[in-house]
């Protein structure tokens, strides 16, 4: 009988920890099938080069074929076509005649993709084979422009597991050394990040420490946050940096499609996330002439602001709170929260 009753116990412990990797298992599902499954131009800049009425007259023949795909518009030469680029106001530029595509492959290499698609088509019509130039082609290391993304996921792990340390292992200290902490292990982060980034793979080639900034503006924020919220959520923490660094975070952070290609509600996050401001913000400096720096700074600097606040709000809470000397976990404790923040 004893044993009957310890079996139901041990059952009811067990799916009780089952019920965050299962809910992790939906929403992983959820945000990545949801922004990745079915890329889609959605009002995708492009541009037709030259003055005229035949420019005119081809510009609203594939804005008529393309629909809300495609946000065509003509530029009169093109070298304001490749100056549009470098600003990411345009994503392509066809030039008639001998005709030729110019992208700008830095800024996502699945745009330009789908750009050389869409005009290969335009050219075969024109029975004429297509040149494609890229403007602003990325490093040597990072063919495919994707490994700022990829740097971007390092950072974030690096990042939210370690709030499980300091929130489980650092719990017995004041709130003030936990965040000093946080700072402390950002700044290491980055700068693993950044050696990773440079000398070791060569996705950068310059302006490294302009990288190691962000970086650093980036972790520190998700470690304030999560050791901000570890006082109020605890064991529940993981699920909650879960989905706003993974779940929301990687699937709109523009690495893989970038918000022309995703549907809108991913698409939307992506102005105002934080991974999308640390990608946006490195391809700026690195590829773009810091054209819209500000604003992914600004990105940035806000949620490093949200985790100023809520370590605020979370040392208040805990000088009200705190009666008794705070107990320090134990090993099944924290080895347990640091399972639960590895990536599912």
Not at 212 to 227: E, H, P, R
Not at 308 to 333: K, N, Q
Request: charged fraction near 15%.
């Amino acid at each position: 009988m004893t044993s009957s009753v310890d079996t139901r116990a041990t059952l009811r412990h067990l799916f009780g920890h089952l019920l965050v990797p299962l809910i992790m298992c939906v929403g992983m599902g959820l945000a990545y099938l949801g922004a990745f499954h079915q890329p889609e131009p959605h009002e995708l800049r492009v541009a037709v080069v030259g003055s005229g009425p035949q420019t005119q007259v081809l510009a609203q023949s594939l804005k008529d074929r393309a629909g809300d795909a495609l946000d065509v518009r003509t530029v009169p030469a093109r070298d304001t076509a490749v100056a549009q680029l470098k600003d990411q106001k345009i994503f392509g530029a066809y030039v008639p005649g001998s005709p030729e595509l110019l992208v700008a492959s830095a800024g996502s290499d699945t745009t330009a993709t789908v750009v050389q698609k869409v005009f290969t088509d335009v050219a075969s019509a024109q029975h004429a084979p297509l040149k494609v130039t890229d403007v602003a082609p990325p490093a040597k290391g990072d063919p495919t422009a994707q490994g700022l993304f990829f740097l971007l996921v390092a950072l974030s792990i690096g990042s939210y597991t370690s709030v499980a340390a300091i929130g489980g292992a650092g719990a017995p200290l004041r709130m003030r050394l936990r965040a000093l902490i946080a700072v402390g292990t950002g700044v290491v982060v980055s700068a693993i990040g950044t050696l990773l980034a440079g000398p070791v793979f060569h996705l950068v080639d310059h302006d490294l420490p302009a990288l190691f900034g962000m970086a650093v503006l980036y972790t520190t924020g998700i470690l304030l946050i999560g050791v901000g919220l570890h006082t109020f959520l605890k064991r529940f923490t993981m699920l909650a940096m879960m989905v706003l660094f993974v779940m929301l975070n990687f699937t709109t952070a523009g690495g893989v499609f970038r918000p022309e290609l995703q549907n809108g509600f991913f698409a939307s996050l992506h102005s105002f996330w934080t991974g999308a401001g640390f990608v946006e913000g490195v391809r700026s400096v690195v590829y773009f002439g810091d054209h819209a720096l500000g604003g992914h700074l600004l990105t940035l600097a806000l949620w490093l602001l949200a985790g100023v606040v809520l370590i605020g709000l979370a040392a208040l809470y805990e000088a009200r709170t705190r009666t008794t000397p705070r107990p320090i976990p134990t090993r099944d404790d924290l080895e347990q929260e640091l399972e639960e923040a590895l990536p599912a």
